[in-house]
């Protein structure tokens, strides 16, 4: 990286311009996932689905022990390949195809980037309210256009000082909540939300915890993974990835189930994130508010980097450190008009329990295509837009477009992210729809994984192998391909 801005994109990067260590994307995914994002979507397994506390733990754990392996193994290709993860999908989709899973991925990102500034600026303004003043108006954007751009120092600047950063404010992170658990712990009551046991409530519960964990960082996996040097050990590389995203994420929601058995009164709804302090002393207060806002620019600065690749990847010929700035003005945008917006926590909820539609075939569709390809891709094919070994017809691979809008349709089908109740769906609970298991990604899984599967069996590149291609032979020293 040349500059204190990284002007790479989604170019390969060289071998001469490789660093860091395996166990670096711990503290990127415990900086990103220890949030008070985590501990409320624990919350909302009880409050939300009508879980028992009990019945909630088990959720955690069986939906993260899916969920984050997935990031894991999305996060394997980085290094052998030198590029992000959605470029990387132009050998199951093609070269043009892939544009269409960028703008997904992109739109996704926004989405959470958004949501995360929102709460940023709830957080800022709760503050500011403690000490005598509510921003309104003029002064009310100005604090919005103030955090947004704080929030984008660290995606502007690139991937060296953000795998930095991380690696010092994630104990800072997991030290305040301890402390939080400190104080919340001694006050958890599970018999105080003793619900029978319900296998539709249970399959909704789970299909939560892994779309709102480990499925939705997954596209994310080899775009922090891609400055290791090849000769990275695999093992090493998933175990690190995961496991900085699943510990955060059973604890905190562990911690955010027992918050939702603690007795608050009706004015205060422990799904919102930012209603953590009605259980807290009053001393504890601002801290919160500071730790929340912090917290969430940390991950959103994560988010802010990732969307700037894969906009590239959906054809966007602009600078990487360019599209973090549009990002942002979008984001400071979407802010200013949804802070009105009293519904904007149940729109959020379900904008994250729709994206199983989308990322369950994707994923499913990336994973199987690495294992028919023993993990070797052709690295030239990869970097060519306008033809190469995986460009299919017009630039699109047919199996694998096939294969995902097939999955996509069964997953629509079978779901229900609380707005959308698939007619297939329903059918397990046609008096009451609203009660129906959300299936799509169970059934997004199998169905795009089976028909990839065999539509693909035939693929002439499947032979190929990355070892036999030199990265640095593609890209030389240069960082602005796509920069």
Request: aromatic share 10%.
């Amino acid at each position: 990286m040349s500059g204190p801005v990284e002007q790479r994109g989604i170019d390969l990067v060289p071998p001469q311009n490789r660093y860091g260590r395996p166990r670096d994307l711990f503290f990127l995914w415990a900086g990103t996932t220890t949030n008070i994002f985590t501990v409320s979507y624990g919350a909302l397994l009880v409050l939300g689905f009508g879980l028992s506390f009990g019945q909630a733990i088990t959720a955690i754990i069986i939906g993260n022990l899916l969920a984050y392996p997935l990031l894991g193994l999305t996060s394997l290709q980085g290094p052998t390949t030198g590029t992000t993860t959605m470029t990387i999908s132009r050998a199951s989709l093609g070269p043009n195809g892939a544009r269409i899973n960028g703008v997904l991925s992109w739109l996704m990102l926004i989405g959470f980037e958004a949501g995360g500034l929102i709460l940023v600026y709830y957080s800022t303004s709760s503050l500011l309210g403690i000490g005598g003043f509510t921003p309104e108006g003029v002064t009310q954007f100005a604090l919005i256009v103030g955090l947004g751009l704080i929030q984008m120092l660290l995606p502007l600047f690139g991937h060296r000082l953000m795998m930095a950063a991380q690696k010092y404010i994630t104990p800072i992170f997991a030290i305040s909540f301890v402390v939080l658990a400190f104080l919340i712990v001694p006050q958890i009551n599970p018999a105080a939300v003793e619900q029978p046991f319900s296998i539709m409530s249970m399959v909704s519960a789970i299909a939560l915890v892994v779309v709102s964990g480990g499925l939705s960082w997954a596209p994310s996996g080899a775009n922090f993974s891609r400055y290791l040097p090849a000769d990275s050990k695999p093992g090493q590389v998933a175990i690190w990835a995961a496991l900085g995203g699943f510990i955060p994420y059973v604890l905190l929601q562990s911690l955010g189930a027992g918050m939702a058995t603690i007795a608050v009164g009706e004015a205060f709804d422990l799904t919102n994130p930012l209603a953590v302090p009605a259980v807290l002393p009053p001393v504890f207060s601002v801290p919160f508010f500071v730790l929340t806002a912090i917290g969430l620019m940390v991950q959103n600065s994560t988010n802010l980097y990732s969307s700037s690749l894969n906009l590239q990847t959906a054809g966007i010929p602009a600078p990487r450190w360019l599209i973090v700035i549009t990002d942002t003005i979008a984001c400071i945008v979407i802010t200013s008009i949804a802070v009105s917006q009293s519904s904007f926590y149940e729109l959020l909820n379900a904008f994250v329990a729709s994206l199983g539609i989308w990322l369950a075939p994707w994923v499913t569709i990336y994973l199987i295509d690495w294992i028919m390809r023993k993990g070797r891709y052709s690295l030239v094919g990869l970097a060519d837009e306008s033809g190469g070994v995986y460009w299919g017809a017009g630039g699109v691979r047919v199996p694998g477009i096939v294969s995902l809008v097939v999955g996509m349709t069964a997953a629509a089908l079978f779901a229900n992210s609380g707005y959308f109740v698939g007619p297939l769906a329903a059918l397990f609970s046609p008096e009451i729809p609203a009660y129906a298991p959300d299936l799509s990604i169970i059934v997004g899984m199998i169905v795009s994984g089976v028909l990839y599967a065999l539509l693909n069996r035939s693929d002439t590149s499947l032979k190929l192998s990355s070892l036999d291609e030199s990265t640095s032979g593609l890209t030389g020293d240069k960082e602005n391909t796509h920069a």
